[in-house]
């Protein structure tokens, strides 16, 4: 199953123009440091001491939190987990999911030279605090 993988100016323009909202995949630390303006926190993964652990969790809250039809952009650092959460949720039944490639920080080469800005390199608006009940710990509440 194939979906659009878009910049993030390309991201912003539908969240502005076409009802999209932005859905965050990285973990609450990763969110907390910054991440777009009015994005929701659902981590696909958690940070664990052996490295990142899936969230069992992660389809439940995000059915619990949009309707199959909501348009949803995903975001994470740089692309691989919201890459795959994409895939997941369209395999789930939801019909509009575009992944915004290079995540928050932007897509770097073998060398650490950007190849392709992120969110916050493309100058876009960010925030350090969620929008009110729109963090992880709000949106999980919803399962309940």
């Known amino acids: 199953m194939s979906h659009p993988r878009l910049s993030a100016l390309e991201s912003q323009r539908l969240l502005q123009d076409q009802g999209y909202v932005y859905l965050d995949v990285r973990s609450e630390p990763e969110f907390a440091l910054g991440h777009p303006a009015g994005a929701y926190n659902i981590p696909l993964k958690f940070q664990a001491s052996g490295g990142m652990v899936d969230n069992p969790d992660f389809l439940a809250v995000v059915r619990a939190t949009f309707p199959l ?76």
């Open 69 to 144: 039809t909501q348009a949803l952009v995903l975001g994470c650092r740089s692309g691989s987990r919201s890459r795959a959460a994409a895939l997941g949720l369209l395999e789930a039944g939801y019909t509009s999911v575009v992944e915004q490639r290079a995540g928050y920080d932007g897509v770097r080469d073998a060398f650490g030279q950007l190849t392709e800005p992120g969110w916050q390199g493309a100058g876009l608006p960010t925030r350090s605090e969620p929008s009110p009940g729109r963090d992880y710990a709000a949106l999980k509440l919803r399962t309940r």
